[in-house]
């Protein structure tokens, strides 16, 4: 009698174990918001249809943040401003430089109106009675103009010898002429070969003193113990360490040379890189001050203070440097 009141007593407990569990697996309408709501035909918005506003709102914030590639994305990434530069000054494009046609290397800038004949070919643009300005189609720096069939083309600037100039400041080597180790073409085999002889066979032979670079090309001095591992040492003769290109000797030992100089404002880095002082920001290639002139073709050395780059000359009305 005793066992079967307790096997129903356990039977009563797992019946209200299971409807326990049941019952907290059936959502509570208190909770959420009723059935008619979910239903978008019936005017109701409801959990469900601020959730579909979300997923929209993330969805167009996605788009705008990122874009699907493009025609513009890539024309963008062409721009002139992050191709590749010739690093000295006389090469670089001015701030105040505006291209108007990357492929002919053209560029329009705004100068006082009675020194527009001192620009060479240039095209006029548009006049600002007003200011005494005119706006001109010129050559970009590091390009010279020159006529060619009664067109205006634009050459780059560089001083080569024994090759043509490519870009500005960069050579490329004639044939039968290599680049040797600072920057300039020398003689190769079987025209000759520096501190060297060439042979019938194309060959190049160097002096006592000397070996074969790399290429076989040109001969290279030899110092016997070497001239460390500071790179800015060089091997310039035989048995001779001096200071390699672009460094100048010093008490301090070789440091580097900037050309042009980067100014009261700077201090000259590897790699012709200026670092600019509180007060100076890099700007054309120096370090200059802010200063209220325009100083267009000019170095800002103080707040009131231009000074012209060569070949050119302060204009008191527009504050710019003109060509002399």
């Known amino acids: 009698m005793h066992t079967l009141r307790h096997a129903q007593l356990a039977l009563i407990v797992l019946l209200g174990l299971g409807l326990a569990r049941i019952g907290a697996n059936v959502p509570s309408y208190s909770e ?35 874009p699907r590639p493009g025609g513009i994305n890539y024309d963008l990434a062409e721009t002139p401003a992050q191709q590749q530069q010739p690093r000295r000054r006389e090469y670089l494009l001015r701030a105040h430089e505006g291209v108007s046609s990357r492929d002919q290397h053209k560029c329009r800038i705004w100068v006082p109106s009675e020194a527009v004949s001192k620009y060479p070919l240039a095209s006029l643009i548009q006049t600002d009675v007003a200011n005494k300005l005119t706006s001109i189609e010129v050559c970009c720096t590091g390009y010279t103009p020159t006529r060619l069939m009664g067109v205006t083309v634009c050459r780059p600037i560089c001083s080569c010898q024994n090759g043509g100039c490519r870009v500005p400041g960069e050579c490329d080597c004639y044939e039968g002429f290599v680049r040797n180790d600072n920057g300039d073409c020398v003689f190769a085999c079987p025209i000759g070969c520096q501190n060297g002889r060439c042979y019938l066979d194309g060959s190049c032979q160097c002096d006592m003193g000397y070996m074969l670079d790399e290429t076989r090309r040109f001969c290279r001095p030899i110092c016997s113990t070497g001239c460390g591992n500071n790179p800015r040492h060089n091997c310039t003769e035989p048995e001779v360490c001096s200071c390699a290109k672009g460094y100048q000797l010093t008490n301090e030992g070789c440091q580097p040379v900037c050309d042009p100089d980067c100014g009261i404002g700077g201090i000259c880095r590897d790699n012709n890189e200026c670092d600019c002082g509180p007060g100076y920001t890099l700007k054309d290639g120096v370090c200059q001050s802010d200063c209220y002139q325009k100083c267009y073709n000019g170095v800002c050395v103080s707040r009131n203070r231009c000074i012209c780059d060569p070949g050119f000359t302060y204009h008191e009305q527009s504050t710019m440097c003109v060509p002399v």
Do not use: E, I, K, V
């Open 32 to 66: 959420y918001d009723a059935p008619m709501r979910y239903d978008t035909r019936r005017g109701g918005g409801g959990r469900y249809n601020n959730r579909q506003q979300q997923l929209q709102q993330q969805a167009s914030a996605a788009q705008t943040l990122y």
